[in-house]
């Protein structure tokens, strides 16, 4: 079995020799990793036995991957073989995020992921975004290196009736942030990752993470709010197959693909409130006109209360003569 296939699988691009030399020390690791991994004692095997398992269920489960790193060392240490011996060689490890937070997926089961995270130091000295994150799910994050950072946790209450549906933008807690305090390394933190997020703070050194996220598909949105003001500034769908589907409808619009519109349709009736405003406002940006009849059937059958109203605010928008031409603007005044 070669290594898994990939976009800079070309490089160096005139060296045919070099990169099948690559392949051929990347396979057998690859192989290696994977009957590792599906063992019976297994990292995946593991995590596929917690599947169906409640997200704290599963942490809890699987917490002895991170309290013993020993499988982690030995692993970056055959990858660091490879790139010692060739700097474009391929470990079978795949990189993951970017920007201010990057890092390595090391396994992903379902709902379940365990990756390797770093703040280089260079984003500490560009400064942390206000802003934190709440995904539905529960987390253990394991601090390998602190860097000199001080972490600050951020606190956002959900009820039980929001977690099953009837979450509304204008009736979310606000957000309100502990006390910064020095990170430590070795520490653990045990999140649930709906209700409590964290940021990083300056530091003079990268910041490493392990951490264990069980994220499964939920009614409740992905929430963003700004942290200095408390507020809810945006929800996105928690289901990553919604949220797959919104980046692609976004590419479609960019593209002006007018013949996609029954695709954008399509997602406006989809489970997740999220997902369909989402759709609604790419289709009206896309093609008002083929957006008016799905638009005016979400402002009177919607099940969201919000959406409704957000669909009845840009359907009103619809004047004589036709449109065309106002959609974007429909779309920024309900965003």
């Known amino acids: 079995m070669s290594a898994p296939a990939s976009r800079h699988d070309h ?3 005139a060296d045919a020799s070099r990169r099948q030399a690559m392949r051929a020390a990347a396979g057998p690791l690859a192989d290696r990793w994977a009957a590792e991994d599906d063992a019976p004692a297994g990292l995946l095997a593991a995590m596929r036995a917690q599947a169906t398992a409640p997200p704290g269920e599963a942490i809890a489960a699987l917490a002895p991957w991170l309290d013993d790193i020993g499988w982690l ?3 970056l240490a055959q990858a660091l073989h490879l790139l010692a011996a060739d700097p474009f060689a391929r470990p079978p490890l795949r990189p993951v995020g970017g920007g201010a937070l990057g890092g390595l997926l090391l396994a992903e089961a379902g709902a379940i992921r365990l990756t390797l995270l770093v703040r280089p130091v260079e984003a500490a000295l560009r400064g ?3 802003s934190a994150l709440f995904v539905p799910g529960r987390a ?12 600050r946790l951020h606190h956002a209450p959900v009820s039980r009736a929001e977690e099953a549906g009837a979450f509304t933008a204008a009736t979310a807690s606000p957000c309100v942030s502990d006390p910064s305090r020095p990170l430590a390394g070795g520490e653990t933190l045990a999140l649930d990752t709906a209700r409590t997020a964290f940021s990083l703070i300056g530091g003079g050194g990268d910041v490493l993470m392990l951490e264990l996220a069980a994220q499964p598909p939920s009614r409740l949105p992905i929430r963003a709010y700004d942290t200095e003001s408390g507020r809810l500034v945006h929800v996105s769908a928690s289901r990553r197959d919604s949220s797959f589907r919104a980046m692609a409808l ?3 619009r960019t593209m002006r693909r007018t013949d996609a519109a029954p695709l954008f349709a399509d997602e406006t009736r989809t489970e997740d409130f999220a997902a369909r405003w989402h759709a609604m406002r790419e289709l009206v940006a896309l093609d008002p006109a083929a957006a008016r009849a799905p638009l005016a059937q979400m402002a009177a059958a919607d099940p969201h ?4 109203r957000a669909a009845t605010a840009t ?8 449109a065309s031409g106002r959609g ?3 779309c920024e005044l309900v965003r």
């Open 140 to 151: 253990r994050i394991r601090i390998l290196a602190a860097g000199n950072a001080a972490i």
């Open 328 to 330: 974007s603007e429909a």
């Open 128 to 130: 942390a975004a206000p």
């Open 73 to 75: 060392r030995a692993r």
């Open 250 to 252: 976004t590419l479609l």
């Open 11 to 13: 490089y160096p691009r």
């Open 315 to 322: 359907l009103m928008l619809y004047q004589s003569p036709p």
């Open 305 to 308: 209360p919000e959406v409704r």
